[in-house]
């Protein structure tokens, strides 16, 4: 019972000494470390998490990242082919993938990233000053420019994309990893975060973007124009034909009614002589009251008809007095 007291509190005893010099560390799953004597690594890199043993005071634990990181490279301004100075801001996604080659040539994490920003950056910079604008700018080179409401033939001539931003993207990512893997980084992924304009050139931007919307907003209302006059123009010829219609109707009526008319007098006037002889009386006084006034002076000579009728009236008219 007393040697295996003894034996416990020497086992303790051990454990805390072990912990006291060094010679005990432990490994989370997130980490991997490379352990170093003298400054020189020493043995494989430990990515196994749990207790692990090195020999005290002689070598040391340096702790690795295991997880995927994150670069976020600073906005930076550069120009493409067509000479127009935009501000680019990138973003990738990185992880160690050979712990030994990296840390013998980067050490630790900062100088990782800032090998990261001179490769990367780099890279970016190549690409953007091989391709012109708006191939930075449009994201694929199948992208269909908004056309709405123009016609097939009145479309507006856009200029055609041969890369697209993606495959530019894509080109940095694949020249970077390659560059990367000597340090013992695999690049996960690369994007283009943000496009800006740089400040000097945006108003010439903005100018040929209003420029072109203008430009649609012109054809849209040449077309509401022409298509007005033709509904106008539709419209009046409407308006004549039925004027027309109708007046023809107007006159057909008339004609209709002055031939019944016609009929009617003939037949209430035509029946004896004495009523054909009072209608070709009524008929000349209509027609001396349309062409006799107060204020006409008429010479008559003593055989015309109106001279008869007026003498005779006078005499009537000279009886009666009597």
Not at 44 to 48: G, I, N
Not at 268 to 280: L, N, P, S, V
């Given at each position: 019972?007393?040697r295996l007291y003894?034996?416990?509190i020497a086992?303790i005893?051990?454990?805390f000494?072990?912990f006291a010099t060094?010679a005990?560390?432990?490994?989370?799953?997130?980490?991997?470390v490379?352990?170093?004597q003298?400054g020189k690594p020493?043995g494989?890199?430990?990515?196994?998490a749990g207790?692990h043993?090195?020999?005290?005071?002689i070598?040391?634990?340096n702790?690795?990242?295991?997880?995927v990181?994150?670069?976020?490279g600073?906005s930076s301004q550069m120009p493409?082919?067509?000479k127009?100075?935009?501000?680019?801001?990138?973003?990738?996604?990185w992880?160690?993938s050979n712990?030994l080659?990296?840390f013998q040539?980067?050490?630790?994490?900062?100088?990782?990233?800032?090998r990261?920003?001179?490769?990367?950056g780099?890279?970016t910079?190549?690409?953007?000053?091989?391709n012109?604008?708006?191939e930075?700018?449009r994201s694929?080179k199948?992208?269909?420019?908004?056309?709405?409401?123009?016609q097939k033939?009145?479309?507006?001539?856009?200029e055609?994309?041969?890369?697209?931003?993606?495959?530019i993207?894509?080109?940095?990512?694949e020249t970077?990893?390659?560059?990367?893997e000597t340090f013992g980084?695999n690049?996960?992924?690369?994007?283009?975060k943000?496009i800006?304009?740089?400040q000097e050139?945006?108003?010439?931007?903005?100018?040929?973007?209003?420029?072109?919307?203008?430009?649609i907003a012109e054809?849209?209302?040449?077309e509401?124009?022409?298509e007005a006059?033709?509904?106008?123009g539709?419209?009046?010829r409407?308006i004549?034909t039925?004027?027309?219609?109708a007046?023809?109707?107007v006159?057909?009526?008339?004609?209709q009614?002055?031939?019944e008319?016609?009929?009617?007098y003939?037949e209430?006037?035509?029946?004896?002589?004495?009523?054909?002889?009072?209608?070709?009386f009524v008929?000349?006084?209509?027609?001396?009251d349309k062409?006799?006034?107060?204020?006409?002076?008429?010479?008559?000579?003593?055989?015309?008809?109106l001279f008869e009728?007026?003498?005779?009236?006078?005499s009537?008219?000279?009886g009666?007095?009597?």
């Open positions: 019972m007393k003894l034996g416990t086992s005893s051990l454990v000494f072990l060094g005990i560390y432990t490994v989370r799953e997130d980490q991997q490379i352990l170093t003298f020493v494989e890199p430990v990515k196994k207790l043993f090195k020999i005290p005071f070598q040391k634990v702790v690795l990242e295991k997880r990181l994150a670069w976020d600073q493409t082919r067509d127009t100075y935009i501000m680019v801001d990138t973003f990738a996604r992880e160690i712990p080659a990296y040539k980067l050490r630790d994490e900062r100088s990782a990233l800032s990261l920003d001179d490769i990367l780099s890279e910079r190549n690409a953007v000053a091989k012109d604008l708006i930075v700018v694929t199948d992208r269909i420019p908004d056309t709405t409401g123009l033939d009145e479309a507006i001539d856009f055609p994309i041969k890369v697209g931003r993606r495959a993207e894509q080109k940095v990512f970077a990893k390659a560059k990367l980084i690049l996960l992924d690369l994007r283009i943000r800006n304009y740089n050139v945006a108003p010439q931007i903005y100018q040929r973007m209003i420029s072109e919307r203008q430009q054809r849209f209302r040449s509401g124009a022409g006059a033709r509904i106008k539709k419209m009046d409407e004549k039925i004027e027309s219609e007046y023809a109707k006159q057909s009526i008339l004609g009614a002055e031939a008319s016609t009929r009617i003939a209430a006037f035509g029946a004896t002589k004495e009523r054909e002889d009072f209608y070709e008929k000349t006084l209509e027609a001396y062409i006799l006034d107060a204020n006409t002076t008429v010479i008559l000579s003593t055989e015309s008809d009728l007026l003498k005779g009236s006078s009537d008219r000279e009666a007095s009597e």
